[in-house]
């Protein structure tokens, strides 16, 4: 189900976060709860309301739609197993005094569902929401306006639960303020190290600016041990090819790096179309091709999976297996989803094409076409024809 575009006109963007959230959300929550565990928990550390058309419903924040959706999951996953019990919880946090009035007058419209609200600084708040969820899987969304984020507090707080974190990245912000002195120590705190700025030095040169600060960030969320793997979608402005802003997920687990890269491909397709309309809109020129074609196309051409991305993912693997002898396609294809915007299908296409031109090696069963999991890949060998 698409999200009722006319509560996002000129705010593409959210369109854009929001439709990834739900989408990730519900895969990932219909996993969870027919997986075995019977509680999921929806933590929102930065909840606004922020700018919402739907004042009374709240159906365009990520908060409402959130329990919408996992409400709906719970109903779902039940019905298919039927005895089974199921608890979601909701944990929401804000720190602007009108917003968590307004939080708390949402929670009242809903007294049948577990809603907690917090008022404060969520890193303030970590330990209250921790004895609330004592138990089950825990998603957490993080959605600050800026760069002003106490990592390591969070990071604790992540990593003592078993779950996933969706952590949205602020490029813009980041690109603007990570050179203004002034600042300098939110920033130490934001990647949590306050030598940050000499660590920077030590990344290759030709980075962006705000891709270092994203590179040390991904680095204090591993350390910490609150994820293995961070693979991360960008959002563009409409007009504009700048991003805006980057979603980050936080897992331990492999299959949410997949997992991650399927709804990456359909939402960047649903962001094509948006910015074409935007543009549409804001041009009133007349577009030859549908919304859906352009779409198509331009994904082809720079969106996951296209001819840029697999050239770098070449790179990724002849760099692997310049360090290892031989590699499981699994791990190699892990290794690439992470880095790149790459799907597992896009990566056996280049494992195809790579041993075609002799750079790879790996033998598969009769019959088989493409190298799957458990197919061993080592470097160079001969020709195989196409
Ligand atoms: C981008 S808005 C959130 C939007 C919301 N997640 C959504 O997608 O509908 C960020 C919110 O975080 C709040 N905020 C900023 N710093 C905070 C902090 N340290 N702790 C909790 N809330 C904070 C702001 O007041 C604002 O309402």
Redesign the pocket.
Known sequence: MNLPSELYEGREQ?YI??TF?RRYLEALAVKVLMGGFTTFNYV???????N?IDNEGCS?????LAVELLEQVRRYVEEQRPGRKLKVRFCL????PG?VQRLREFAKRHPAIEIHVFD??????LDEIAQRIPDGFTFT?I???NW??RITEVGRFLNARTGEFLF?FMTEEVSRHSVNPKVAHQFGDFVGDSNWQETVKLLPEGMKGELRVLHLLKDAFRKCGSAKFLPDFSILKPLINREKMRLMLGTNNPKGVKLFRDIHEKVEKEEFEKRRQAKAADTSQDMLFSDADFAQYEQGERGIGCKRYREVTEEIIVDALSKRQEIDFDDLALEVMERMPMRETHVKDVCVSMRTRGLIRYSLPPKAKKPKPGTMISAGGSKTPP
């Open positions: 959210t976060k929001h959230l929102d550390g930065f909840a606004g309301p922020w919402t365009d924040s990520s908060f409402g946090c804000e720190k602007e917003s404060g600084e969520f890193e303030n708040n969304f959605d600050p306006t002003v984020v949205n």
